[in-house]
C-alpha cells in the first residue's frame, strides 16, 4: 500500500488542522492504521492509531481530548483531526499502515508501510 500524507501547515496556539491520509494499492480494509509525529531533535513517537474497521480508537495521552483520529474506507483515507493545538504539537506527522499483528498498533516497529510525512508548525 502507498500512503500519502497531506494538510500541514502553520496555524495559531489554539487552532485547528486536518491531516489526510490517502492511501492506495490493496485493500484498504486490509490495513491497521495510525498517525507518528516527529519533532526536530526527537524521536518519532505514537499520536492514535485505529482499527481497519474504525471502529475502535487510540491515542497518547499528550492528545486525548484535542486530536480524533478517524477513516472513511470508502474514500481510503484516514484522518487526524487536531484542535486546540500547542506549540509542543509542531512536528512532521506520519501515517502508516499495517496489514499484520494486534488490534492497534502503538509503536513504530509494528507497521510496515509510512507516507512521507507532512509539517505541521503551531506558532505562540
Known amino acids: 500500500v502507498q500512503l500519502q500524507a497531506s494538510g500541514g501547515g502553520l496555524v495559531q496556539t489554539g487552532g485547528s488542522l486536518r491531516l489526510s491520509c490517502a492511501a492506495s494499492?490493496?485493500?484498504?480494509?486490509?490495513?491497521?492504521m495510525g498517525w507518528f509525529r516527529q519533532a526536530p531533535g526527537k524521536e518519532r513517537e505514537f499520536v492514535a492509531a485505529?482499527?481497519?474497521?474504525?471502529?475502535?480508537?487510540y491515542s497518547a495521552d499528550s492528545v486525548k481530548g484535542r486530536f480524533t483520529i478517524s477513516r472513511d474506507n470508502a474514500k481510503n483515507t484516514m484522518y487526524l483531526q487536531m484542535n486546540s493545538l500547542k506549540p509542543e504539537d509542531t512536528a512532521v506527522y506520519y501515517c502508516?499502515?499495517?496489514?499484520?499483528?494486534?488490534?492497534?498498533?502503538?509503536?513504530?516497529?509494528?507497521?510496515?508501510?509510512w507516507g512521507q510525512g507532512t509539517l505541521v508548525t503551531v506558532s505562540s
Open positions: 502508516a499502515a499495517s496489514g499484520a499483528g494486534r488490534s492497534l498498533l502503538t509503536t513504530t516497529r509494528e507497521y510496515a508501510y
Open positions: 494499492g490493496r485493500t484498504f480494509t486490509s490495513y491497521k
Open positions: 485505529i482499527t481497519w474497521s474504525g471502529g475502535t480508537t
